[in-house]
């Protein structure tokens, strides 16, 4: 009986030792630590040294020409202002990522799809879709979107024919969602491409899908002539 009560009472000393033992104690030896855990990591902490860079300092400057993510450009004009001669000026209006519920941010009209593009659609916005669709989607859907871009021979094999019927009859906004969250094995483009930018991109995703589905009769009567100058365009 003694025995026990001795046995119980040691293994509560040691206990009461391990969870409240030497705790808030000073000591200059180093602590004893069996599973240190993340405990010491080699990383810099703010604002202490570094001898990995030449200047010793732990914290970098950003690279020259950072732009945080949500960040609105400044702007060279007037937010309302037309666009200048090179289409700039449209093109840093607004330039920012989704922020609100409205259509131009989320391409939703209430609970449905919108369709339209909510922007002035103008030579220089579709000129800007054509670089951004060759930067961001032509690696997978191809440079006519009919999906057989690069990545097809690196076995990225579910690529969606954006000249499909099904996306051709999409509402833009179904679009703009795609871009904006992903799809499946499609990886989101809202943190890359500003809003702006991913109108630009449906504009110009229309224009190739008209391209790859017109007859001679979409050629406008004035330029009916140079229909016949032209050699026929192989078939596929
Ligand atoms: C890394 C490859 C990749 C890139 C880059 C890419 N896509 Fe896709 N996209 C896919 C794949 C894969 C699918 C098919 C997803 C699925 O399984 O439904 C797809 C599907 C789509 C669809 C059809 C969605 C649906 O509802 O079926 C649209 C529209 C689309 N992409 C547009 C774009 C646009 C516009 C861009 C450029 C901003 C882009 N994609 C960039 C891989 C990509």
């Given at each position: 009986m003694l025995r026990a009560f001795f046995l119980i009472s040691l293994l509560l000393a040691i206990a009461w030792f391990a969870v409240f033992g030497f705790r808030g104690q000073k000591s200059t030896r180093p602590e004893i630590e069996?599973?240190?855990?993340?405990?010491?990591?080699p990383k810099v902490r703010a604002q202490a040294e570094s001898k990995f860079f030449a200047d010793q300092r732990g914290g970098r400057q950003p690279i020259a020409g950072t732009v945080p993510i949500g960040y609105d450009m400044p702007m060279p004009?007037?937010?309302?202002?037309a666009v200048d001669a090179k289409g700039e000026g449209a093109m840093h209006a607004h330039l920012g990522f989704t922020e609100g519920t409205d259509y131009y941010n989320t391409g939703k009209m209430g609970a449905n799809w919108g369709t339209g593009?909510?922007?002035?659609?103008?030579p220089q916005l579709l000129e800007r879709g054509r670089q951004r669709f060759d930067i961001n989607c032509m690696p997978c859907h191809g440079e006519l979107g009919?999906?057989?871009?690069?990545v097809k021979q690196f076995?990225?094999?579910?690529?969606?024919?954006?000249?499909?019927d099904r996306i051709r009859k999409m509402p833009d906004g179904e679009i703009f969602e795609t871009i904006t969250n992903g799809k499946n094995t499609m990886m989101p483009y809202g943190p890359r491409v500003v809003v702006p930018d991913r109108w630009a991109i449906i504009c110009y995703l229309r224009t190739l899908q008209r391209s790859q589905h017109a007859?001679?009769?979409?050629?406008?009567a004035d330029h009916q002539a140079d229909l016949e100058k032209q050699p026929e365009p192989a078939t596929k």
């Open positions: 069996i599973f240190p855990d993340m405990v010491r990591q004009h007037d937010e309302g202002s593009i909510p922007m002035n659609v103008t009919n999906g057989d871009g690069i076995g990225l094999a579910t690529v969606v024919s954006l000249q499909d007859s001679a009769a979409d050629v406008p």
